[in-house]
């Protein structure tokens, strides 16, 4: 981070603040009034075409901020994530720095430097809760992830990956490359300036390896207004901080360098060069943490006066008196500690089936999808005409019903439209005539091999042989053909593809702080279908409109925890204590019954021993550091702790402070 400021100290000032993640941003207006900076107004704003664009959506939002204003701003500052940041060059990134430069001197602004996001937040954490910084910052952007590992308020490691829907995947990724290099804290801290809650949720649900850390990590969430509160306080500083720059006579001459680049000349043009000024390149964080010079301070609170001349034995008195006072402003103010203690556990572990509330969510969406038919079905025409019934028989007549089917000689058969009468035969055994009618008739099946030719004789189906027909002109009109339709295979395949797809896309049900979905319980179903065509009906393409409706079952994380706490309560010894932070489980199943859930769940937890904080503080205060693992083993049966001492003298640096309000204790297990 470079931060090179040039501007002049008045009473009153604007200076804009431009936050730039990949696609989107925060302009912001400070107020500097009494070497304080106060957040006057905001204006979010999305990038409406990438970075192509970036000076006219720049310009449209600083429009509004300024027409409310009723004030023209030009002392800019650019804040950034750490991904649009070339660490080999130390610089911004070419292609988004160029993007800057044009907007800089399109709006004609007074760009002063910039500062990388994660230096802000260090800054505001710090400043917050009045001790170094231990922990993991994650900032989240679009597309891509930031990981900053500080221990006692420096950076340790820094890892910047691609992101993907898979946030825990990526995490884990990230913490398998930086483990390789040192612990990583326990402690977990999320940031985008946007709503995190899901994302917070997944983390503090995932089981992490032990691999990654030695002990559950606890995770935070910094809001929008913290992350701008940081950005605006460690700007806010180096201001207060800053010191006016001489300026060469030839102002003609005169330009600026900012952002690794000169305000209103052409890259190529030769910069100016600030002679016999020593180059400073500390990053922002270090110049504006307080503290970073507690001497200069200690005289800043002693006031200078012109003393008597004394002589004899008063001055050694006023010496003594000054070491006394000087000692004790030291032990009270500066002399500070931080203890980590790792308290012995008791592991407990049980396989139990739980009873909670639940509460039910739902959403539904719209789909619609068209695939290719795959029934076929033959359809064509029955051939028709007419045959004649010869009847042989002398003594009786026949009556052949409607249906009644006869039969050609390669098993054709024929169906008579109506009734038809046949008298008996005439003449006698040695010289008979046949009783004939004619009657039509219609094929039973279709296709073309029933139009037979004329003088085909059949048999009637049922009778004797005395009947028989014979058509004495063609049978014809007979047709197939082969057409594709709708199968109910089609329509159930279609109801499978919706609903993948609704598993994908249906949205997401809201969460609330602290629920966990019961996954197994969900369902996914149809609440509407309409489909293009009817089973059986003739088409080459089927399509459904469907809308499809998702039923999650949520439960409370705590209210899970308070139970499985009562559960294990009677198996922690005497001396040990167990709270619900220290409680995982896995759940093996969940059912449904009585308006409540059956979970069957495998829990595991570690019980801390008892000690107060009080007390432990009391035994080490101002003791050295070689009797502190004494002290904590015979007294609290506590093996291993970590120790940070800040103290400006150098003769107590063994030391532990003096009083209570300067150790800052704090618990972990084993």
Same mark, same amino acid.
């Given at each position: 981070m470079k931060?090179?400021?040039? =501007?002049?100290?008045?009473?009153?000032?604007?200076?804009l603040g431009i936050f730039l993640k990949e696609d989107q941003g925060v302009l912001m207006i400070f107020l500097k009034e009494s070497d304080r900076l106060e957040l006057v107004d905001r204006e979010k704003f999305t990038y409406t075409n990438g970075w192509e664009n970036l000076t006219d959506d720049i310009d449209e939002a600083l429009y509004k901020l300024e027409k409310n204003l009723e004030s023209e701003i030009k002392k800019t500052i650019v804040f950034v994530y750490s991904h649009l940041v070339d660490e080999k060059i130390g610089d911004i990134k070419p292609v988004y720095l160029q993007k800057i430069k044009q907007l800089v001197k399109a709006l004609e602004l007074q760009a002063m430097g910039y500062v990388e996001c994660f230096e802000a937040i260090n800054f505001y954490l710090e400043k917050n809760e009045q001790i170094s910084l231990t922990a993991i910052l994650i900032e989240i952007d679009k597309t891509q992830l930031g990981i900053f590992v500080y221990k006692n308020g420096k950076i340790d490691s820094k890892k910047i990956l691609s992101r993907t829907d898979d946030i825990i995947a990526d995490l884990s990724e990230g913490f398998e490359e930086i483990k390789k290099k040192t612990i990583l804290p326990a402690r977990i801290i999320l940031y985008d300036s946007g709503n995190l809650d899901d &994302? *917070? &949720?997944?983390?503090?649900?995932?089981?992490?390896? =032990?691999?990654?850390?030695?002990?559950?990590?606890?995770?935070n969430i910094l809001s929008e207004d913290e992350v701008i509160n940081g950005l605006m306080g460690i700007f806010g500083e180096q201001i207060k901080n800053q010191t006016q720059v001489k300026k060469e006579d @030839?102002?003609?001459?005169?330009?600026?360098? &900012?952002?690794?680049?000169?305000? @209103?000349i052409d890259v190529g043009e030769k910069p100016v060069v600030e002679e016999n000024r020593p180059k400073d390149d500390r990053p922002l964080a270090e110049k504006s943490q307080p503290g970073v010079s507690w001497k200069n301070k200690l005289v800043a609170f002693l006031p200078k006066k012109n003393l008597p001349n004394f002589s004899g034995k008063i001055f050694p008195v006023i010496g003594v008196l000054i070491i006394i006072v000087s000692f004790f402003i030291n032990e009270y103010f500066f002399h500070l500690a931080q203890l980590t203690v790792y308290l012995p556990t008791q592991k407990l572990e049980k396989t139990t089936k739980i009873e909670i509330d639940y509460r039910v969510s739902s959403a539904s969406a719209d789909f619609s999808e068209t695939i290719n038919t795959s029934g076929k079905q033959e359809v064509g025409d029955k051939a028709h005409g007419q045959v004649t019934i010869y009847n042989s028989n002398l003594?009786? *007549?026949? &009556?052949? *019903?409607q249906k009644t089917l006869i039969v050609s000689a390669n098993n054709l058969k024929f169906v008579l439209e109506s009734e038809v009468k046949i008298a008996s035969a005439t003449g006698d055994a040695s010289s008979s005539q046949p009783a004939t009618n004619k009657v039509s008739v219609v094929a039973e099946g279709i296709g073309e091999e029933y139009n037979l030719v004329a003088n085909t004789k059949f048999t009637i189906e049922g009778k004797s042989k005395n009947l028989l027909a014979k058509n004495d002109s063609a049978l014809t009109g007979g047709s197939k053909k082969q057409i594709q339709t709708v199968a109910k295979k089609d329509q159930e395949d279609l109801k499978k593809i919706i609903l993948n797809k609704a598993k994908k896309e249906t949205p997401s049900i809201? *969460?609330?702080?602290?629920?966990?979905?019961?996954? =197994?319980?969900?369902?996914?179903?149809? =609440?509407?279908t309409d489909f293009s065509r009817e089973l059986g009906e003739e088409s080459n393409k089927l399509s459904l409109k469907a809308t499809v409706s998702s039923t999650h079952f949520l439960y409370d994380k705590n209210s899970f925890n308070d139970k499985a706490l009562v559960l294990l309560k009677s198996e922690v010894k005497k001396e040990y204590q167990l709270e619900k932070e220290n409680i995982s489980y896995t759940i093996n199943n969940i059912d449904k019954k009585n308006n409540k859930l059956i979970m069957d769940a495998k829990i595991k937890a570690k019980a801390v021993i008892k000690v107060s904080g009080t007390e432990i503080k009391r035994a080490v205060l101002g003791k050295n550091q070689s009797k502190l693992k004494e002290i904590l083993k015979s007294q609290y049966k506590i093996d291993g702790y970590n120790l940070i001492i800040k103290e400006p003298l150098p003769l107590l640096n063994n030391y532990l402070p003096f009083f209570l309000k300067n150790i800052i204790l704090k618990n972990s297990s084993l």
């Open positions: 931060i090179p400021f040039f =501007s002049k100290k008045e009473q009153k000032e604007f200076y &994302t *917070a &949720t997944k983390i503090i649900s995932h089981r992490w390896s =032990s691999d990654h850390f030695v002990q559950i990590p606890k995770v @030839n102002k003609e001459r005169e330009k600026r360098e &900012t952002l690794g680049f000169f305000l @209103n003594s009786s *007549a026949e &009556t052949l *019903a809201k *969460a609330l702080s602290g629920e966990i979905v019961a996954a =197994s319980l969900s369902r996914v179903d149809f =609440s509407k």
